[in-house]
């Protein structure tokens, strides 16, 4: 027979069921929905290499871990408490002569002229990424210019936002004459300081089937300069940021660091 709850336990109990429901609450508004604001701490210029990272208008459903803006994962609120920009600053400072700012890194709008400092730009997430009119004429002068930039950890729908489509609908804007193209290992930055000849070594944690690696060449020309290269249905950088904490395999994250070590060489060096 069950007896009756005395009046107190039964306030406590339900004092305590309100206040699980406030914490649960608050980790929801925390962690699903509600928007991270990131601090953004920008290095003055000074001719060192400096990682840069490129934010955009974020779609609907880009704020779905943590709360973070998607162009900000792996650099805003990570669990490994490092940012994967920062993960590949010591490995390219150690192995190269480059020699680049390791704690400092940037972060700018496509339009904001401070950019035109950096040879490299980083996008991550670009299947959330809303374009403007004028962020597309500033990028597509940028890499006119002689801009290189890298995007990586997008998929297809309905994790990835837009997926493919809205990031090619996006490059278009941009560079409305450009063929986005696959490329092979033969191709020189897969060689410009490692050499990797099959795209088979590039790990996978999350994402299905194998990363597709595409490009954009200056003019269309297969022989002359790439202005982008593209890293879809894979998250190459996740690599770098959880690279040491026991939560990748060493031999996986040495691959997606040779990946990242041979586009910014690439990019210095063209």
């Not at 306030?11 to 601090?39: C, D, K, M, P």
């Not at 249905?233 to 990242?260: P, Y």
Request: glycine share 8%; with cysteine; proline share 6%.
């Amino acid at each position: 027979m069950a007896f009756p709850r005395p009046r107190r336990v039964r306030t406590l109990a339900l004092a305590a069921t309100i206040v699980i429901g406030l914490v649960s609450l608050v980790s929801a508004q925390r962690y699903y929905g509600f928007n991270h604001v990131v601090e953004e701490q920008n290095t003055r210029y000074d001719g060192r290499f400096t990682f840069v990272r490129l934010k955009y208008n974020v779609a609907p459903g880009g704020y779905y871990y943590r709360g973070v803006p998607a162009w900000a994962h792996g650099f805003a609120n990570t669990e490994s408490g490092v940012s994967a920009e920062h993960q590949l600053m010591k490995i390219v400072d150690t192995i190269s002569a480059v020699h680049p700012h390791i704690d400092e890194t940037n972060v700018f709008a496509l339009d904001d002229p401070n950019l035109c400092n950096y040879p490299i730009a980083y996008m991550t997430e670009a299947g959330y990424w809303q374009l403007s009119d004028e962020e597309a004429r500033a990028f597509r002068a940028y890499l006119e210019k002689g801009g290189f930039v890298i995007f990586d950890d997008f998929r297809p729908p309905p994790r990835g936002g837009g997926g493919w489509d809205a990031f090619a609908d996006n490059m278009h804007r941009i560079l409305p004459w450009a063929e986005i193209v696959d490329l092979q290992p033969t191709h020189p930055i897969f060689h410009s300081f490692f050499d990797i000849n099959s795209f088979n070594i590039i790990p996978q944690d999350y994402d299905f089937n194998r990363p597709i690696i595409q490009g954009i060449f200056e003019d269309n020309d297969r022989s002359g300069r790439l202005l982008a290269i593209i890293n879809y249905n894979t998250d190459v950088a996740n690599f770098w940021e959880f690279s040491g904490t026991g939560r990748m395999m060493v031999s996986d994250s040495n691959e997606a660091f040779k990946l990242g070590v041979n586009y910014l060489i690439y990019g210095l060096t063209h």
